[in-house]
């Protein structure tokens, strides 16, 4: 089963936190326009599986990740693939020249951090694209190491190296907003020094623009980092009278009803799409 969609409809960093959450395995495509390499369509590869990220590529002949391992000096890419044709066939290639002695674990490490945060962090400032992801692409042991990266993680970093953020300005909490935690404890995920900052105020109760007063910081600097948290499912963005309305709902709560509308627009996404992506999500694989 696939899925597919535009970029404008779900942002990489949603789409991430959607197979995370769905516990999905499969391959998804990106094929974009991005100021970042040429102004001609380009593809990226990124697999999953049970919802992490197992492997990344810009290329489907299975020579990615030993094409690195040459460039890094290594090993060449003739002896690499003499090693791996001999290893099992549900075997990851960093694995198998691990078994034999030709690479080490921290040299391992080296080649998924480059999978990962050099070639997949890249994709979040795209511009334009789309992406498809399908359950019935096999995961590819040549491009694997054996590790495994999670997707809040890898939005984290890739969220935080961002320096346009145009193509995500639609999607920023509402600066009159206000911030409210979407956990009983403190978040698990490796926080920086500003988003640990930006979590102390997750009472509801002050807004986005005077957190960046208090903190003397760009309003903009702190609706990103908002963002990166809601993204991750840390936080949400509330009207500041929320917390009011709430103790009032807990006397009233058959007679008062309230909806709130969002200040910011959001990029339209069909009737169509959604359809296909609850359908996509309910369908475990």
Request: hydrophobic share 45%; net charge neutral.
């Given at each position: 089963?696939?899925?597919?969609g535009?970029?404008?409809?779900?942002?990489?960093?949603?789409?991430?936190?959607?197979?995370?959450?769905?516990?999905?395995?499969?391959?998804?495509?990106?094929?974009?326009?991005?100021?970042?390499?040429?102004q001609?369509?380009?593809?990226?590869?990124?697999?999953?599986?049970?919802?992490?990220?197992?492997?990344?590529?810009?290329?489907?002949?299975?020579?990615?990740?030993?094409?690195?391992?040459?460039?890094?000096?290594?090993?060449?890419?003739?002896?690499?693939?003499?090693?791996?044709?001999?290893?099992?066939?549900?075997?990851?290639?960093?694995?198998?020249l691990?078994?034999?002695?030709?690479?080490?674990?921290?040299?391992?490490?080296?080649?998924?951090?480059?999978?990962?945060?050099?070639?997949?962090?890249?994709?979040?400032?795209?511009?334009?694209?789309?992406?498809?992801?399908?359950?019935?692409?096999?995961?590819?042991?040549?491009?694997?190491?054996?590790?495994?990266?999670?997707?809040?993680?890898?939005?984290?970093?890739?969220?935080?190296?961002m320096?346009?953020?145009?193509?995500?300005?639609?999607?920023?909490?509402?600066?009159?907003?206000?911030?409210?935690?979407?956990?009983?404890?403190?978040?698990?995920?490796?926080?920086?020094?500003?988003?640990?900052?930006?979590?102390?105020?997750?009472?509801?109760?002050?807004?986005?623009?005077?957190?960046?007063?208090?903190?003397?910081?760009?309003?903009?600097?702190?609706?990103?980092?908002?963002?990166?948290?809601?993204?991750?499912?840390l936080?949400?963005?509330?009207?500041?009278?929320?917390?009011?309305?709430?103790?009032?709902?807990?006397?009233?709560?058959?007679?008062?009803?309230?909806?709130?509308?969002?200040?910011?627009?959001?990029?339209?996404?069909?009737?169509?799409?959604?359809?296909?992506?609850?359908?996509?999500?309910?369908?475990?694989?």
């Open positions: 089963m696939a899925i597919s535009f970029l404008s409809e779900l942002s990489l960093a949603e789409i991430f936190q959607l197979l995370e959450q769905g516990n999905k395995t499969g391959r998804l495509t990106i094929k974009a326009q991005s100021h970042l390499s040429s001609h369509e380009k593809n990226f590869y990124i697999w999953f599986k049970q919802g992490h990220i197992v492997a990344a590529a810009n290329r489907l002949d299975g020579q990615g990740l030993l094409s690195i391992i040459q460039q890094r000096g290594w090993l060449s890419m003739r002896a690499a693939a003499r090693i791996t044709d001999v290893c099992a066939t549900n075997q990851p290639a960093g694995l198998c691990k078994s034999q002695g030709v690479l080490e674990a921290e040299q391992l490490k080296i080649l998924f951090n480059y999978q990962v945060l050099n070639q997949i962090c890249q994709l979040f400032e795209l511009e334009d694209g789309r992406f498809q992801f399908d359950t019935k692409m096999p995961l590819p042991t040549s491009e694997m190491t054996g590790l495994t990266a999670v997707p809040k993680e890898v939005i984290l970093m890739g969220l935080r190296a320096r346009n953020w145009q193509v995500l300005e639609d999607k920023l909490p509402d600066p009159s907003f206000a911030l409210v935690s979407t956990i009983n404890e403190k978040p698990r995920l490796r926080l920086n020094q500003l988003e640990w900052q930006v979590w102390e105020f997750t009472k509801g109760t002050v807004s986005i623009i005077a957190i960046a007063e208090q903190l003397g910081m760009p309003i903009a600097k702190i609706q990103q980092v908002a963002f990166r948290l809601i993204v991750v499912g936080l949400e963005e509330v009207p500041i009278v929320s917390e009011a309305l709430g103790r009032l709902s807990e006397l009233e709560s058959t007679m008062l009803e309230l909806e709130f509308e969002p200040s910011k627009k959001q990029a339209p996404v069909s009737k169509s799409f959604l359809h296909s992506l609850v359908g996509f999500l309910k369908n475990k694989v």
